[in-house]
């Protein structure tokens, strides 16, 4: 008898854990959805809650803040990101088409340039955040991008891999702050200089 009043525990248990679960996923979906459209700032925990179909007060119990919501929405969609641009470095293209491929990935991201727009750049959960995601990419993962533009004649061979890191690395920071504030002749600049230098080819 007890099994059976075990069994009933368990599944109660269990169809809490996916009501709690299907209320979280619709929170988040209602917040991205929302930051697309008018950006962090601009977005309330009352239009989430209405579009959720939820209470506030189970946003706050679930996340206990908006900028805690708003890093988990962040932190859902760069991982998105990664996943993505692994697929691209890991592929057997030629270098060029991946190249290609990351910038058009970024300039094109209408989702991060509105995500992004107006982020409190002050804030330090935020911040460490997207730290933590510029930093997600070993030295190993560059150097081996790194040789295979050197092979392909896209990378000079007298530029040591470490280099290449550091550079990639402190200009990832800056996209990061800066370039997704800015118009998008500006973020072209900005990538195009990342890849290609300052006397180099542009991207098509």
């Known amino acids: 008898m ?19 679960m299907k209320k979280k996923n619709a929170i988040l ?3 991205e959805s929302l930051l697309i459209k008018k950006g962090p700032n601009s977005t309330s925990i009352a239009e989430i809650a209405k579009v959720a179909k939820v209470s506030q007060v189970s946003i706050y119990n679930y996340f206990g803040s908006k900028i ?17 641009i692994d697929d691209i470095l890991y592929s057997n293209e030629p270098f ?10 970024q300039i094109t991201d209408a989702i991060a340039n509105s995500m992004f727009s107006d982020v409190d750049w002050n804030n330090k959960a935020i911040i460490e955040l997207l730290e933590d995601y510029s930093n997600k990419y070993s030295p190993n993962t560059v150097f081996k991008i790194c040789e295979q533009g050197k092979e392909e004649g896209y990378i000079d061979p007298n530029i040591p ?19 997704l504030k800015k118009e998008t ?19 098509d």
């Open 2 to 20: 007890s099994y059976t009043i075990n069994g009933d525990n368990m599944e109660k248990n269990n169809g809490y854990l996916r009501r709690t």
């Open 29 to 31: 979906n209602a917040c």
């Open 68 to 84: 805690a919501l708003i890093k988990t929405v962040l932190d859902r969609y760069m991982n998105k990101m990664i996943n993505t």
């Open 96 to 105: 060029k088409d991946k190249i290609d491929k990351l910038i058009k990935l």
């Open 161 to 179: 891999n470490e280099a290449v890191f550091d550079y990639v690395t402190t200009l990832t920071t800056l996209f990061l702050s800066k370039s």
């Open 185 to 203: 002749a500006y973020r072209n600049g900005l990538y195009n200089l990342f890849f290609y230098g300052l006397i180099g080819r542009k991207s």
